[in-house]
């Protein structure tokens, strides 16, 4: 039997500017989950379609939202962290850091103060509960395509800060903005055995033809309630073709 993965991409499930509130989104993921076996990477694709559902930058709504989510499902997520934004704990309350607007929440001067990002500790429990996989998001949440980029600080400190603080092994590393080239991965494949993208396709298992887990933008669906619909696999499925012609 021809089996495929999906990997929706998530970021924030809460935001000042969303016409929806989290409720919908729990809703959503909870009749996904009743449909398809909710898998991380390295588990089978136990039937005909699996997901992998995958958080960038974990934003405080993440343990504030989904994670209560995923423990009472009893079903498990990837979250990828870019440690520079990572506090080691706050006092700052759950509402003025739920509410930073999505654009500031990286400035200098207000990630500080306001906490917006899941703290060391709370990424802690979160991965000691076993519902939780921690990937690297690059250490500044970086562009691995430019020119200037610091490899080692974006691809080895960060892995080395996230296993450093979390006692953990990590294996798994999410490009920024889903920007890669094939010298830069290259590189990044010597570090992790999981390497994901933002590249709009299906996928046929953890390693495709590039050796690359491709993901797609789930933030309009989710919203609307709405699940992929016939059409949307076969657009998934061409990306999916280009992407392996072009090996990217």
């Not at 449909?35 to 379609?49: A, C, D, R, T, W």
């Not at 930073?100 to 906490?115: E, L, R």
């Not at 903005?177 to 996928?203: C, D, F, P």
């Amino acid at each position: 039997m021809f089996k495929i993965l999906l990997a929706p991409m998530y970021h924030r499930v809460h935001n000042t500017l969303f016409p929806v509130k989290p409720d919908v989104f729990q809703k959503y993921i909870t009749n996904m989950a009743s449909k398809y076996p909710i898998i991380v990477p390295g588990e089978n694709l136990e039937q005909k379609i699996s997901v992998c559902l995958t958080f960038d930058d974990a934003y405080y709504d993440f343990y504030h939202f989904v994670f209560p989510l995923l423990k009472k499902l009893n079903i498990k997520a990837v979250l990828a962290v870019a440690p520079k934004f990572i506090l080691n704990k706050t006092d700052v309350c759950a509402k003025d850091r739920l509410n930073v607007p999505y654009n500031d929440a990286v400035k200098d001067g207000i990630y500080q103060k306001k906490a917006p990002f899941c703290t060391w500790q709370e990424l802690h429990e979160m991965q000691q509960s076993g519902h939780v996989i921690i990937a690297s998001h690059s250490y500044n949440h970086s562009n691995m395509t430019d020119a200037s980029i610091d490899f080692e600080k974006e691809v080895l400190l960060s892995k080395k800060e996230i296993e450093d603080k979390l006692k953990i092994s990590v294996d798994i590393f999410v490009y920024p903005y889903g920007k890669m080239n094939k010298e830069v991965h290259k590189q990044i494949l010597k570090h992790y055995t999981y390497v994901m993208r933002i590249g709009s396709a299906l996928n046929k298992n953890w390693q495709n033809r590039s050796n690359c887990i491709y993901r797609f933008d789930a933030e309009h669906y989710w919203p609307q309630g709405k699940m992929l619909q016939v059409s949307d696999y076969a657009k998934l499925y061409y990306k999916y073709l280009c992407n392996s012609i072009r090996k990217k």
